[in-house]
């Protein structure tokens, strides 16, 4: 049990399907992440959303949108996806407190594959 | 630009002992964090650098040198469970992570 659970694991969609991945964390955090990993790559910041706030990668298409309705549930929406796109969604979390570690517990993650 | 590089594949034979090195060019420094991942499963936190030298914990060594911007995994004792990728990531001046592409660490028995 890694306190952040992701849904689903597995997801095979359509270019013009809509569907949405889910986070939940249970450990007290006040920060959670989206990240893109792709094989053989480093890992891509999709958004993050700390104390509240979102802040995003500016290079993330329009087609992914993000939803944070509290501090422990986080969503990301998608929306006429890329065959490009098919990769490991990884869901974070972590306390944020000025310049400590700050580590971060990732979920399992979603595993999209878009046809 | 801002970079991180680790080899991208490594072997290793149970029971030895195996270094997995890291170099970065970043903006800055806050810290340095070492990851593993099993296939399928989620990134878990090994150790965080943010002094210079050697960090133990247990078989599992971290060391960081940040004149030379270069830090090293040290795995003793390598067991099969040990086979995985291991993801270096520098935070930079914009507290900001920056992630390397990993190593996938083969044990052979």
């Known amino acids: 049990e890694t306190g952040v659970t992701q849904t689903p694991r597995h997801l095979v969609m359509g270019m013009t399907n809509k569907k949405s991945l889910k986070c939940e964390q249970h450990l007290g955090h006040n920060a959670m992440y989206w990240y893109k990993q792709s094989a053989k790559k480093p890992l891509e910041l999709m958004f993050v959303y700390s104390l509240e706030e979102r802040v995003e990668n500016n290079s993330v298409p329009s087609r992914f949108s993000p939803e944070c309705p509290n501090s422990s549930h986080l969503f990301l929406h998608l929306h006429t996806l890329q065959p490009e796109d098919s990769a490991l969604y990884l869901c974070a979390s972590s306390r944020q407190e000025g310049t400590g570690a700050n580590v971060l517990t990732f979920g399992a993650g979603s595993r999209l594959t878009v046809l | 630009g801002q970079n991180i590089d680790q080899p991208t594949e490594m072997t290793a034979t149970e029971g030895a002992i195996v270094q997995i090195n890291c170099t970065y060019q970043t903006s800055g420094f806050n810290g340095l964090f070492w990851y593993q991942q099993h296939a399928g499963e989620a990134p878990t936190f090994l150790s965080y650098?943010?002094l210079d030298g050697l960090e133990e914990k247990g078989r599992f060594s971290s060391f960081l040198s940040r004149s030379k911007g270069y830090s090293y995994l040290l795995l003793k004792e390598l067991q099969m469970k040990d086979s995985a990728s291991y993801l270096c990531a520098v935070r930079d001046s914009n507290y900001q992570l920056i992630w390397g592409a990993g190593t996938k660490l083969i044990i052979k028995p």
């Open positions: 650098n943010v």
